[in-house]
């Protein structure tokens, strides 16, 4: 089992919350793991068990927090 | 829409995907397209055959589909209009919205959503029909209400059992939903060509 030692986000393309989530995060120089649901069935299962409207978001602490500032997010469930 | 301007010339429908070329180059939910795909060939009764059959007949005879794979709308609802080209002759191509944001943005949801899928239907002239949206309006509702009810029921219990009680409730539903989408493509459909 690894730590996390950075917030690892699910996203897929075509998401404006994604969008919206990472170009912040860019701005303010946050560090993190970006994962594209949409691109293999493995990251989508590992999404999936996480929530169901990316962006899908996991803390180092254990949080996980769906969606961005109200954004629209795209439902995976 | 003027049809007369659309970026959806003859030529470029043809471009799209054939249903068989589009499922077998996507890279998420492949067993849930075939699922649903298994449940839609059921929901497309033989009445329902005749009735695309003439349809088609009528001169709807192309039909395109914008749509994504991570999708459920998409891989509940592009199995129901596979499966109605397939028995009625329908000329279906599969556009990948994300790489055609020029076709999507012709047919916002409220002028405002790029939902998926969305069905274009178009004589063989490719003269613009008639187009429907996502999901029928009581499959919308009858969400609403399955979400609001989980919430209830799961008060206080952890997130993935809320989830997975949503998703047990919604997922049941898709054969009936596919049902329900065949009759709104109908009702669609027989307004605009009297069939």
Known sequence: MTTMSMPIVYTIQGCDACVKLLDKWNADGVEFEERRADLSQEVMDEARSYGDV?????????????????????FIG | MAEKTSVVT??????????????AQIKVNQDRFARYYETATEAVADDDASFFKAAVEKGCSRVLVLGEDWCPDVYRGMPVIGRIAEV????????????????????????????????????????????????????????????????AETAGKDEAEVRNARRDRVNARFPDWQKETVRDLRALLSGKLGV
Not at chain 1, 54 to 66: A, F, K, L, M, S
Not at chain 2, 12 to 22: A, E, K, L, V
Request: hydrophobic share 30%.
């Open chain 1, 54 to 74: 990316v962006p899908i978001i996991r803390y180092p602490d254990g949080r996980v927090e769906e969606g961005f500032e109200g954004g629209i997010g795209c």
């Open chain 2, 10 to 23: 003859p030529e470029r429908f043809g471009q799209g995907f054939t249903y068989p070329d589009y499922l």
């Open chain 2, 88 to 151: 009625s002759g329908m000329d279906m191509r599969v556009f990948p919205r994300d790489e055609h944001l020029d076709i999507m943005d012709e047919f916002l949801k409220n002028g405002e959503h790029r939902s998926i899928p969305t069905l274009v239907f178009y004589d063989a002239d490719h003269n613009y029909l008639c187009h429907w949206i996502e999901r029928p309006e009581s499959v919308t509702k009858e969400m609403g209400e399955i979400n609001a009810a989980v919430d």
